[in-house]
């Protein structure tokens, strides 16, 4: 999965959290 930012992802608002994924 790219890195949407938290933005794809609203449960991660971490952008950095989202990296790991």
């Not at 999965?1 to 994924?21: A, E, L, N």
């Amino acid at each position: 999965m790219k890195k949407p930012s938290g933005k794809g992802k609203p449960r991660t608002k971490q952008p950095k959290k989202v990296k790991f994924i």
